[in-house]
């Protein structure tokens, strides 16, 4: 079975400094790997989205991500916070040969960028 | 496009109620998918269809039913409530491709259940 796992629940950073945001993913069958972004009291956006090819993704707002096989994760970066990155961030799997599409969702991130 | 629309947008029910929560897609996607968010859990899926037609169980079904009333719509209905199923409750579409594979959000109902 499939799960993924958000090593952090909260990471407070501030503005205009790096970030690193992770996740670990477990599959025994090839994998697509998302990024999605929760605002506060809205539904998810898609940031990114690594389903073959290049192992570093890049995505919307100034992130990228880079797939490692070796070792199963899937991290989130940034090389420079805005306030308005502030949110909760999720990494979601799903199975690369399947036809059905359903995500497993990590437990979330929550990004506290401070002034 | 409108996108996912989902209604209501809150709802506040007593235990032993029933509620259908309604979902519909403009973007003419074959799959659609409910799941719920809870704290610290992320997001679990209770049911989807990968085309019109037919529904499947995903994670945390139980409690819940579902109907794909055709091509656009999703609905899940809650028989009898109870206060394990307060939660937000998110509808998703998925477009498929073989260059894309991404699932589009609704922006969510807010269930209470006293």
């Known amino acids: 079975a499939q799960s993924v796992t958000q090593l952090d629940s909260q990471v407070p950073v501030f503005e205009e400094a790096p970030v690193e945001l992770r996740c670990n993913y477990s599959?025994?069958?090839?994998?697509?790997l998302f990024w999605y972004v929760q605002y506060p009291n809205q539904g998810l956006q898609l940031l990114l989205k690594?389903?073959?090819?290049?192992?570093l993704v890049k995505g919307i707002n100034g992130f990228e991500a880079e797939f490692n096989k070796s070792q199963t994760s899937f991290h989130l970066r940034k090389p420079s916070v805005h306030i308005s990155d502030t949110a909760e961030y999720f990494c979601?799997?799903?199975?690369?040969?399947?036809?059905?599409?359903?995500?497993?969702f990590g437990q979330g991130t929550t990004l506290q960028v401070k002034p | 496009n409108a996108g996912v629309t989902q209604t209501p947008k809150f709802q506040v029910l007593k235990t032993g109620q029933s509620m259908t929560l309604q979902c519909a897609q403009d973007?003419?996607?074959?799959?659609m998918y409910w799941y719920r968010q809870d704290p610290g859990m992320g997001l679990r899926l209770i049911y989807y269809?990968?085309?019109?037609?037919?529904?499947d169980k995903g994670e945390v079904p139980n409690g819940y039913n579902v109907s794909r009333l055709n091509k656009r719509e999703f609905s899940l209905r809650l028989e009898s409530a109870a206060p394990s199923q307060t939660s937000v409750y998110f509808c998703?579409?998925?477009?498929?491709?073989?260059?894309?594979?991404?699932?589009?959000f609704g922006p969510g109902t807010r269930l209470t259940v006293l």
């Open positions: 998703a579409s998925r477009i498929q491709g073989p260059n894309y594979n991404e699932q589009f």
């Open positions: 599959s025994s069958v090839s994998v697509y």
């Open positions: 690594y389903l073959s090819g290049s192992t």
């Open positions: 979601a799997v799903s199975h690369g040969s399947s036809n059905t599409g359903k995500l497993i």
């Open positions: 973007m003419n996607h074959n799959s």
């Open positions: 269809s990968a085309s019109e037609g037919t529904t």
